[in-house]
C-alpha cells in the first residue's frame, strides 16, 4: 500500500531500534553493512549489530564474528569472532558452526583443538552445510579430534558431494579409485 521509501523505512527501524527492539537493530546493521537504502558504513553496521547481538540476536552475532575476523568497521580480532560466532553457533547457526570448527581447527582467536573442530563442524553438518560435511569428512579422514575412519568420511564427503562442493566430490573420486574405505 505505500511507494518504496527508504528513508521513510530506515526512519522507522531507527525508532524501533532505539526502543530496544532487536530485529529493527539487526536490520539496521543489515542495511548499513550492504549500503542499502543508506551509504555504505561498516563502523554502523557493527554499531547495530553489537545492539541486537547483545540482545541474543543469532543472526546478528554471526555478522558480527564475521565483520571482527575480516576487520569490516573494527579491528580484526579473531577472539573476538571466535566469541560472538560462539553464541551464534550455540543457537543453532550453521555457518557459524562451520567458522567455529575452522577457527579451533586452524588456531585462530583460539588454541588449536581438533575435538572442538569436529564437534562444531559435526554440528553445521546435520544441518547440511557442505562445508562442514567436507571439512568433517578430513578430519575422519586424517584422524584429527576423532579415530581415523575412511568409511564415515566417505559418508560425510558424499554428502558435500552431492550439493556439489567440489573439493568433497574430488575427495570422494580419489578414495574410490583407490579404495580407501570402499570395498574395492
Do not use: C
Not at 543453532?92 to 583460539?110: D, E, P, S
Not at 575422519?140 to 564415515?152: M, R
Request: without cysteine; proline residues 1%.
Amino acid at each position: 500500500g505505500v511507494h518504496q521509501d527508504y528513508e521513510e523505512a530506515i526512519k522507522w527501524y531507527i525508532k524501533a531500534a532505539d526502543q530496544g527492539y532487536a530485529l529493527a537493530q539487526f536490520t539496521l546493521g543489515e542495511l548499513y553493512r550492504k549500503g542499502e537504502g543508506v551509504s555504505q558504513d561498516h563502523v554502523t553496521a557493527v554499531t547495530w549489530y553489537a545492539k541486537a547481538a547483545d540482545q541474543g540476536h543469532a543472526d546478528a552475532q554471526y555478522n558480527l564474528g564475521n565483520m571482527h575476523y575480516n576487520g569490516d568497521g573494527v579491528a580484526r580480532n579473531d577472539a573476538l569472532a571466535v566469541r560472538w560466532y560462539t553464541k551464534a553457533a550455540e543457537q543453532g547457526v550453521a555457518f557459524a558452526q562451520h567458522n567455529l570448527g575452522y577457527m579451533y581447527r586452524k588456531g585462530k582467536g583460539v588454541p588449536v583443538d581438533y575435538v572442538a573442530a569436529v564437534k562444531w563442524y559435526t554440528e553445521a553438518a546435520e544441518q547440511g552445510n557442505a562445508k562442514a560435511q567436507t571439512n568433517l569428512g578430513l578430519m575422519y579422514d586424517k584422524g584429527k579430534g576423532t579415530p581415523e575412519d575412511d568409511s564415515t568420511a566417505l559418508k560425510w564427503y558424499a554428502k558435500a558431494a552431492e550439493q556439489g562442493h567440489v573439493k568433497a566430490q574430488v575427495r570422494l573420486g580419489t578414495m574410490y579409485y583407490s579404495g580407501e574405505g570402499v570395498a574395492q
